[in-house]
């Protein structure tokens, strides 16, 4: 069956940069599907990150576009974010995601907590 | 880009049927049959039930039926189950951009 996992730092310092990976199973990503990532601040709603196309091309919210790198590896079926210069208002649950294409989402991991903290 | 606009809240007691708004512009809910509703339970990852506007996953009871109107989508719950007290979110195309509303916390009285 399709699962998705986020990997990475459950703490960052604040004008660092965040890196998460998700590892990809039950399908391959060199298929059409788009992937994607999308945080949640505790108690808040979902903020669309950006998306990633199995052929690289990038799809980012404007508001973090200046900041966010999506990049793709089919050769390890996984797919990574890059969030840089971060403050406290970036600590959030992040999840990756399949996305059908349409820029939301049906397959999810089960995300994993950043906090942006000294 | 603002957020999708929902209720922050809405109720219904067992049996009952409830409506849930997505309100966006004609740059986004309005100009794409790209919409997807999820539930959200505390602690879990979300999960689709809804999604090019009307269509339902493998699994999703048919209680669970989306519509869309001009720059409106709308989620409709019926006969309402303890189980469906969640938070639900609302997710459409914008172009070159996914965007998401704000979230409804639904409560089963």
């Known amino acids: 069956q399709v699962q998705l996992q986020e990997s990475g730092p459950g703490l960052v310092k604040p004008s660092e940069t965040l890196s998460l990976s998700c590892s990809v199973s039950?399908?391959?990503?060199?298929?059409?599907?788009?992937e994607g990532w999308i945080r949640q601040p505790p108690g808040k709603g979902l903020e669309w990150i950006g998306s990633?196309?199995?052929?690289?091309?990038?799809f980012y919210n404007p508001s973090l576009k200046s900041r966010v790198t999506i990049s793709i590896d089919t050769s390890k079926n996984q797919f990574s974010l890059k969030l840089n210069s971060v403050t406290a208002a970036d600590t959030a649950v992040y999840y990756c995601?399949?996305?059908?294409?349409?820029?939301?989402?049906?397959?999810w991991g089960q995300g994993t907590l950043v906090t942006v903290s000294s | 880009q603002s957020a999708l606009t929902q209720p922050r809240s809405v109720s219904g007691s067992p049996g009952q049927s409830v409506t849930i708004s997505c309100t966006g512009t004609s740059s986004d809910v309005g100009a794409y049959n790209y919409v997807s509703w999820y539930q959200q339970h505390p602690g879990k990852a979300p999960k689709l039930m809804i999604y090019?506007?009307?269509k339902r996953p493998s699994g999703v009871p048919d209680r669970f039926s989306g519509s869309k109107s001009g720059n409106t989508a709308s989620l409709t719950i019926s006969g309402l189950q303890a189980e469906d007290e969640a938070d639900y979110h609302c997710c459409s195309h914008a172009g070159s951009y996914g965007i998401f509303g704000g979230g409804t916390k639904l409560t089963v009285l």
């Open positions: 990633i196309s199995h052929s690289g091309s990038t």
């Open positions: 039950g399908y391959s990503i060199s298929s059409n599907y788009f």
């Open positions: 995601a399949r996305d059908t294409g349409g820029l939301c989402h049906d397959y």
């Open positions: 090019d506007v009307s």
